[in-house]
Structure formats: structure tokens, C-alpha cells
């Protein structure tokens, strides 16, 4: 056995240095009682053959303990176990080395053991990790969708309480225009056509522009309202985007960490003596997987909703592109709209315009005529009286009897009185004339042009 030096070398928190002493010194006296073993020839050579293997398979533990693979120790300590039969019935003193390897075995068990308890807690760790990590992913967007929830509502809120609010001014602007409408009806001569008829135009202008005024307000306030929506919305999507790619990643997670947990096992299981002891190994595997596909199930639950959350944005965001669409639409119907109402407006006060032009231009020229005409006739009678006025002169001068100067006397008298009496029958007329003349040519000059 000289020719079999052995070096182990062991790191772990249990006594293992005091056993490894041990089994020098039991391998230092095997060498010395094998010189003096009376044992018949093959029985030394099954024993030192047997113990041979079984001091490899010491080398071979202990060396990959040293190295701190902790997975391929126990097949390596499962290869020596197989030759402790042969060395039990081996001769005496290799029973000592039995001894010292069952000592050196409780080390290397110890080592397992807390090898196994770490990496138990480390999956523990990674699983819990992994866990928590999926909780706060989800926390965050339950906290951030449910801010976009409240915003929404917030600016449902507030458009609706504006739209309101400008509904009651609008109303109450056109209940002072009704009234103001009521008493300058009131105020007028019933025979005034035309200042009904402008009274009519003048408070159906301001109430279109009243409600238009409102009508673009509203337009525009709805304008905003889909551009705000349009925001959280996208925001919406992008989120649940996001949700879904980061759990994504910790669905890879998860899943890498499953296979991480099979192939341990498997390895555990491997190295296990019994079946009772790969049973259990892959009894306490099967709960770190269980726990792994509970978490996985969440993981493609939520995964589901921010698929469907993204659906549910997408379609919510074709739909308020189309509502902006009709918005735009709407507003240059209403501006159109306006504008074919001004221009009815504009022909109204025109149609009101020529027809007071065409009445006072008509009683200006029927009057002008009418004062024309009584003064050519005043004019006429006046020229008569004048010719005989002078035909009584010439009668005088060139010495007309007394019958003659009577007659043209009479005439002259006559023709005077004719005068006398036309310009008084139509001095009413013509004093009627002239102020409907100045009336018509003053109404004519201040007519409103629109």
C-alpha cells in the first residue's frame, strides 16, 4: 500500500479536517498491518485489489469535493459504496479504513447537505424573486392603467360639466335676446314694414351668431376632448405593449428557471442510492416546478388581458381617428354653413334695401311730377293773366272804346282771379308735395346698406 498516498483535501463547515487526519493515519496503519496479515495469498489480493478500488473511488470524492462540484460527489461516493462489501470481508485491518471512511463519509454528507440547503434557498430566492417580480410588474401597470382610468373619467368630467356650462350661457343669452326682441316690436308703428322687417333680420343675425358662436366652442371643445383621449388612449396601448413584452421576459424567466430546477433534479436523482431517495428529490423538485407553473399561469393570464387591453386601444383609437375626422368634417360644414347664412342674411337686408329705395324713389319722382305739374298749370295761369293784364294796356294806349276796355278788363280780371284761385286750392298740395319730397330724398340718404 506505499505505492497509494492519497492527498485529500476538503472544504467544509463540518469537522472534515479532523476526519481526513484520521483516515491518514488509518491508511499510515494498514500499510504497516498488511506486512504482518496471515491471510492465505488470494484472499490478500481480493482484499488489496477490493481496497484499491475503493481508495480510488476516495480519491475520486474527494478531489471533486475540493473542487466544489457538489452533483457528480455522490455518484463518485455511490462507486465506493459498491466496493464496501468487498471490503468488509477483507482481512482486519482493512476493516479500519471502513471505519475511517464511514467517519469521512458523515463530512462529505454534511457537505452535500449544505450544498443542497444552498442551493434550495437559492432557488427559494430565485423563485420568490422571480415571483415578486411578476407582482410589482403587474402592480405597476394596475396602478398606471388605473391613473388612465381616473384621467379619462376626469376629462369626461370636466368637457361634460363645460358643455353645460356653456349650454346655460347660451340659452340665457337667447332669453335676452327674445326679450329685447319682444320690446322693440313693441316700440314701433304697425304701419313700419320695414322696421319689421329689419327688426326681424337685425335679432335672427345675433341669434346665429349666438349659435354658431356656441356651436364652435362646442366643436372645438370636442376637438380637444379627442386629442386628450387620443393621448391616454395611445398611452393605453403603449403600456399594455410594454405589460405584455415584459412579462414576455418573465415568462422566459420562469420557464428558465423550470428547466434549471428539472435538470438539477435529474442530477440529485442521478447520484440517489435508492429509489425512495430520488422519490424524494423529485417529490421536493415537483414543488419548486408546481410553484414555477402557478406563477407561469399568471404570467400568460395577465399576458392575455394586455393582449386584450392592446385590442380594446387599437380599436378605441381607430375610433376616436374617425370621430376626430367627423370633428374636422363638422367644423367646415358649420363654417360653410355660416357663411351660406351670412350671404342669406346679406341678400335679406338687400331685398329690404331695394325695396325701400324703389318706394321713396317712387314717391319722390310721383310727387316730384305731381309739384311739377301744379306749377306749370300755376305757371299757364299765370302767363294768361300777364297776356291779359297786357292786352288791357294796349286797348288803354290806343284808345279802345268803352265797351272793348270793359271786356278786356274783365278777361284780365278774370284770368287774375283763375291764378288767385288755382295756387290757393293747391298751396296744401304743394306744401304736402315738398315735405314728402324731403322725406323721400332724407330716407333715400339714410337708408342702411345692410
Not at 230 to 255: H, N, P
Not at 422 to 439: F, G, K
Request: no cysteine; aromatic share 4%; charged share 25%.
Amino acid at each position: 500500500m506505499a505505492d497509494r498516498n492519497i492527498d485529500i483535501r476538503i472544504r467544509a463547515n463540518s469537522n472534515a479536517a479532523g476526519e481526513i487526519d484520521k483516515t491518514n493515519r488509518s491508511l499510515d496503519n494498514l500499510d504497516k498491518s498488511q506486512g504482518k496479515a496471515a491471510k492465505s495469498a488470494k484472499a490478500s489480493k481480493e482484499a488489496s485489489v477490493s481496497a484499491g478500488q475503493g481508495f480510488a473511488s476516495v480519491g475520486q470524492a474527494a478531489s471533486v469535493a475540493a473542487s466544489g462540484g457538489l452533483g457528480p460527489l455522490s455518484a463518485a461516493l455511490g462507486g465506493l459504496s459498491q466496493q464496501l462489501p468487498s471490503l468488509a470481508a477483507a482481512a482486519g485491518p482493512i476493516g479500519l479504513v471502513i471505519a475511517a471512511f464511514t467517519a469521512w463519509k458523515s463530512a462529505i454528507d454534511a457537505v452535500i447537505k449544505a450544498g443542497e440547503d444552498l442551493r434550495a434557498n437559492i432557488t427559494d430566492i430565485q423563485l420568490g424573486n422571480a415571483e415578486s417580480g411578476v407582482r410589482r410588474l403587474n402592480e405597476s401597470y394596475k396602478e398606471l392603467t388605473g391613473q388612465l382610468s381616473a384621467a379619462a373619467a376626469e376629462l369626461s368630467r370636466f368637457y361634460n360639466a363645460q358643455s353645460a356650462g356653456d349650454d346655460a350661457v347660451k340659452r340665457a343669452e337667447l332669453a335676452k335676446l327674445e326679450l329685447e326682441y319682444a320690446e322693440r316690436k313693441a316700440a314701433l308703428d304697425p304701419s313700419d314694414t320695414f322696421g319689421s322687417r329689419r327688426l326681424d333680420l337685425d335679432i335672427s343675425q345675433r341669434k346665429a351668431a349666438i349659435e354658431e358662436a356656441a356651436s364652435a366652442r362646442a366643436l372645438q371643445r370636442e376637438q380637444t376632448a379627442i386629442s386628450q383621449q387620443t393621448d391616454l388612449t395611445r398611452t393605453e396601448f403603449v403600456a399594455a405593449q410594454s405589460q405584455q413584452s415584459a412579462l414576455a421576459d418573465k415568462a422566459a424567466e420562469l420557464l428558465a428557471q423550470q428547466a434549471l430546477i428539472s435538470e438539477r433534479a435529474r442530477n440529485k436523482a442521478a447520484g440517489k442510492w435508492t429509489s425512495a431517495g430520488r422519490e424524494e428529490v423529485w417529490t421536493a423538485a415537483n414543488k419548486d416546478l408546481a410553484r414555477v407553473a402557478a406563477e407561469l399561469a399568471k404570467v400568460r393570464s395577465e399576458m392575455a388581458a394586455a393582449a386584450k387591453a392592446q385590442e380594446q386601444a387599437a380599436g378605441q383609437l381607430a375610433t376616436l381617428a374617425s370621430a376626430r375626422d367627423i370633428n374636422r368634417l363638422n367644423q367646415s360644414t358649420a363654417e360653410i354653413t355660416s357663411a351660406a347664412r351670412r350671404q342669406g342674411f346679406s341678400n335679406q337686408s338687400a331685398d329690404i334695401y331695394r325695396s325701400q329705395q324703389s318706394i321713396y324713389s317712387t314717391q319722390l319722382e310721383q310727387a316730384q311730377t305731381q309739384q311739377s305739374g301744379i306749377s306749370s298749370r300755376l305757371a299757364e295761369l299765370r302767363a294768361a293773366s300777364v297776356k291779359e293784364q297786357g292786352d288791357v294796356r294796349r286797348a288803354r294806349n290806343f284808345g279802345a272804346s268803352e265797351e272793348q276796355m270793359r271786356k278786356e278788363l274783365e278777361e284780365a280780371r278774370k284770368a287774375a282771379d283763375a291764378v288767385r284761385q288755382y295756387s290757393a286750392e293747391n298751396a296744401a298740395t304743394m306744401r304736402e308735395l315738398t315735405r314728402t319730397i324731403n322725406q323721400a330724398r332724407e330716407a333715400l340718404r339714410n337708408l342702411p346698406k345692410n
